[in-house]
């Protein structure tokens, strides 16, 4: 019984998403190309790769502000760039009940809503397209990793 509720545990620690994704995979026709095409991506890539769990207002906020940040790199392509009003009300969604003093933008990036008009620098999108996964997201894996074992103790 204990290894169930701890194999339980450890199921949803790695479950999907909270935060719903709107930033679409590019089709191979994709008008999105070149380093907005390899950004977008690479962004893409790393704020999926953090799994939140659908209590974590705080990372499911980050995860979907960074998926906005996303899709703003593909401006151009209306396959990718119609999807930003939704993904700007998952924020909304997420954000709305996080204190200002907490919620800093997740990363050197302008704000989800702009668009980029030039290539962006590369101090621009370092933190979006270098960083994996958060410490949050981290924290909450080894906490219930911590709780399971416990409970195996018990």
Known sequence: MKLSVFLLALASSSCAYAAENFAPTLPANSTCKGNYAIMY???RTNA???????????????????LAQCITYCSMDPYVFDNLPSQEVVVSKWCSGIPLSILNP???????SS??????????????LDSGSSSSAKMTGLSILAVGMMMLIV
């Open 41 to 43: 991506n690479q962004c």
């Open 48 to 66: 999926l790769s953090v799994a939140c769990l659908p209590t974590d207002d705080l990372c499911n906020c980050r995860q979907a502000q960074n």
């Open 106 to 112: 997740p990363s050197a990036t302008s704000s989800p």
């Open 115 to 128: 668009v980029p008009t030039s290539s962006p620098s590369s101090t621009q999108v370092g933190s979006i």
